[in-house]
């Protein structure tokens, strides 16, 4: 039973925790408790999966991270050993099957600097699919996290910054800022002083750790400390996706239609290929694949008969927060950058 206390917890968790050496008193304190009753609440609510674990919101766009989506056919005798190779790469945050000859789809991430595609070219060599194709966004046509809208958690505000930019390159971070980055992308502990071991284990008092996340939300590069209520409800439906084959110049036209269809949790545009020649991608949210067909058939009616074709998800096989500047990245592309072509490199 979530009381009003309870309630106002999750409304201060929401905003974040404030960058001090006993945070949770301070927030029991403000719902009239004391630091130990909070933490006794919070743990609670969280094993009742009534909000997330406490942990840092990065902006991706801020650290100019990049992410891209790619495809690939696999045989069904290889398609789990295939993708657990794929898997290896420390940037590759979410994998699914779905229904499609291209079965296999993952979201691929790494720092500004990384050659994104190089990375793509890695893993096909790796894996010798029998197609591929990479999927860098082109423009975002409704809604801004296609990501998030996916997994529902663990991937929020990340936003893909369209096709490859060269010569980006990554913010400058100081040794000690990588490395209390690179420890506060776990959840943080529910204790009466919960950034003390993180300053331990950088070895620099409690007070320096706390002044660069301070610094961090400064720079623009940590929204808050916090967590977020689980969703529940109809919003909890899934989301298919659905591909279509729009002219490019009927493009801008035919998004105008989008925003009449609530159903619409995200479209965009993206790359097309022989093998693959949608251009606009659709989450659409429905309960059923019945309900999604006559939402389809709506959206049919609004911007015409185009070629399209609804993809269904098998399975999602892996589903991981994105992780800033691991250090298993660095350490996979000094294995593996020999595999990209040498003129990318």
Do not use: C
Not at 117 to 139: D, G, V
Not at 213 to 230: D, T
Not at 254 to 260: A, D, M
């Amino acid at each position: 039973m979530v009381d009003e206390k309870d309630r106002l917890l999750l409304s201060l968790l929401q905003k974040g925790i404030p960058f001090i050496g006993r945070p949770f008193a301070v927030l029991g304190a403000k719902a009239g408790m004391d630091g130990a009753d909070a933490i006794l609440r919070i743990e609670k609510m969280r094993r009742e999966g009534l909000l997330t674990d406490i942990r840092a919101f990065w902006d991706p766009q801020a650290f100019r991270y990049q992410g891209a989506w790619a495809a690939m056919k696999f045989s069904k005798n290889d398609f789990e050993v295939l993708s657990r190779t794929v898997y290896q790469h420390p940037g590759v945050v979410y994998g699914l099957e779905r229904d499609h000859d291209l079965n296999f789809w993952f979201f691929l991430t790494a720092p500004a600097g990384h050659d994104l595609e190089a990375h793509f070219r890695i893993l096909r060599k790796q894996t010798y699919p029998e197609a591929s194709i990479f999927l860098p966004l082109r423009k975002v046509l409704k809604g801004n996290n296609l990501l998030s809208s996916l997994t529902g958690r663990g991937s929020e505000g990340f936003i893909e910054q369209g096709e490859k930019r060269r010569g980006v390159q990554p913010p400058p971070l100081t040794l000690d800022e990588l490395r209390l980055i690179r420890l506060m992308q776990e959840p943080l502990l529910l204790t009466d002083e919960p950034f003390r071991k993180i300053s331990e284990s950088m070895n620099v008092p409690e007070a320096i750790a706390l002044n660069l996340l301070g610094g961090f939300a400064q720079k623009g590069y940590l929204k808050r400390i916090g967590a977020y209520l689980e969703s529940r409800g109809p919003g909890r439906d899934p989301r298919h996706l659905v591909v279509w084959q729009i002219a490019e110049e009927k493009l801008e036209k035919v998004r105008g239609f989008f925003e009449e269809f609530p159903e619409i949790v995200y479209a965009d545009s993206r790359p097309g290929y022989p093998v693959f020649p949608y251009t606009v991608s659709m989450l659409i949210r429905a309960g059923s694949l019945g309900e999604l067909g006559i939402f389809v058939k709506q959206i049919e009616a609004r911007i015409g008969q185009w070629p399209h074709r609804i993809i269904a998800t098998i399975r999602e096989i892996k589903k991981t927060p994105v992780r800033y500047f691991p250090k298993e990245l660095d350490s996979w592309w000094i294995r593996q950058r020999l595999l990209a072509d040498p003129a990318f490199v």
